[in-house]
């Protein structure tokens, strides 16, 4: 039931890691837990009594924050621009 195909992972870290290897980047997770959040929140809309689901979502989420505040410290310049192209903290 995976969701990101390996092309698209490929193209994520591409996009955001600077290279398709390069998947130890903390842009290219952030950008991939951002497209995992995205599908997992559209299957609980439609199944909301999914409970279990939901714990995994806090936690995909939990890491996310986790992991952008790490970059936030780290690499502010780099953070603001992740989040604009991401299109978080709106």
Known sequence: MSAITKEKKASIFANFGGAEQNTGSIEGQIALLTERINHISAHQKANKKDFST?????????????????????????????????????
């Open 54 to 90: 939901n714990r995994g979502l806090m936690q995909l989420v939990g890491k996310r924050k986790r992991l952008l505040s790490y970059l936030s410290k780290h690499n502010l310049q780099g953070y603001r621009a992740l989040i604009e192209k991401l299109g978080l903290r709106k």
